[in-house]
Structure formats: structure tokens, C-alpha cells
């Protein structure tokens, strides 16, 4: 059977960017590879009245001191070590997903999502500065004029809200997503349900 994975994606969630770690190892035993969605989380949570961890914790007692347990836990077994919050979180990615759309559409996605995840996740940067960005992609050997020029690209601009429509459409409410087939696991504690619902399609 031939299996289909989405991963709708947001550069501003730290979750999607430890998805993004774990991943590779999941293609590797499976040999299915993840097609990455830029998605803008911003406009999923204002089409689903859905709202950052950070909002919806805000004054429940023990919960978001058990969401950082989770945290820890998941880094050791995955043994992530790159990882460090960004401290000029929340971080507006409304350009950088563009930036997504458009390298998608040119070849280079894999490298761009590499370089600007280090950037939000690994060494932190204020990544919605301008300046900083332009710096960031420039470290990262990226094509800097050409992706600022594409990211305003009308073309880039829409697909960016298709992708985002469509993703609310099929049922997602944040990031990471992931849909198998169509069916949909949300968040980085179901990667292990996502890796078992692809080996049992495999088998049938």
C-alpha cells in the first residue's frame, strides 16, 4: 500500500521543531518520507478558536510544570541536546513560512527548514527582525535577496493561506500535525503512533 505522511508544520511551535528532529529516524525504519506543510499557526488557531499552550496554561495549577516533565522526557529519549528556548517567544513566523512556501516550491526546502530551525530552536533569534533574519539566512548560505523577494510573491502569499485553510479543513487545531493516510495525530507524543500507523499499512 502506498503511505502518505504530512507534516504541517510551524516555525514558531518548539514542538514542531522536536518532531523535526525525531523524523529522520522514523523515515529511516520505515522508508516513508514525511512531506513537510507550511501551515501558519496563527491563522489555524484564529479559524479553530484554538490558542498557544502559553494562553490556555495561564493559571491552571501543576499543568504546565507536568508539560515541561513531558518536555525533558522526550529530549532524553530522543537524546536531543540542541534544543534551547527561544526567549523572544512568541515569534511572529508569518514571513518565515512564506519563506517556506516559496523554498518548497524552488527545491531547497529540507535545507531551509534545517537552518531556520536551528535558528528559532537551537541558537535563538529573534526571528520575526528583519535584519536578524536577513543575518540568519546570510550565516546559513541561503539565497537572501531571493528569499525575501519571494516572500512577498503573490503566488507564495496565497499558497501559504491554502495550505493553512486546508489544514484546519481536514482537522487540525495547532502544530506539529500529522496526518497518515488521512488520518490525523496531533503533537510530538504521537509520533510513536504515527510510526505504528505507518508500519501496519506497510504490512496490508
Not at 534551547?84 to 518548497?104: D, E
Amino acid at each position: 500500500m502506498t503511505v502518505s505522511v504530512e507534516f504541517h508544520f510551524d516555525f514558531g511551535s518548539p514542538n514542531a521543531y522536536l518532531s523535526h528532529l525525531v523524523i529522520p529516524a522514523i523515515e529511516a525504519r520505515t522508508g516513508v518520507t514525511f512531506e513537510y506543510i507550511p501551515v501558519l499557526l496563527g491563522g489555524i488557531f484564529k479559524a479553530t478558536g484554538n490558542a498557544s499552550p502559553a494562553v490556555t496554561l495561564r493559571g491552571i495549577k501543576n499543568k504546565g510544570e507536568y508539560g515541561n516533565i513531558e518536555m525533558q522526557r522526550f529530549l532524553t529519549r530522543h537524546s536531543i541536546d540542541n534544543f534551547a528556548f527561544n526567549p523572544h517567544f512568541p515569534v511572529n513566523t508569518l514571513q518565515l513560512m512564506r519563506g517556506a512556501v516559496y523554498a518548497k516550491t524552488t527545491g531547497f526546502l529540507e535545507r531551509y527548514v534545517d537552518e531556520v530551525y536551528r535558528h528559532m530552536w537551537a541558537e535563538p533569534k529573534k526571528m520575526d527582525d528583519q535584519d536578524v533574519v536577513k543575518s540568519a539566512f546570510a550565516e546559513s548560505d541561503l539565497p537572501v535577496d531571493e528569499l525575501m523577494a519571494g516572500m512577498q510573491d503573490p503566488e507564495v502569499k496565497q499558497a501559504l493561506i491554502t495550505n493553512t485553510e486546508r489544514s484546519v479543513e481536514i482537522g487540525s487545531f495547532g502544530s506539529p500535525t500529522f496526518f497518515v493516510n488521512g488520518e490525523i495525530f496531533f503533537g510530538k507524543d504521537k509520533l510513536r503512533d504515527v510510526e505504528e500507523e505507518i508500519m501496519m499499512l506497510l504490512l496490508h
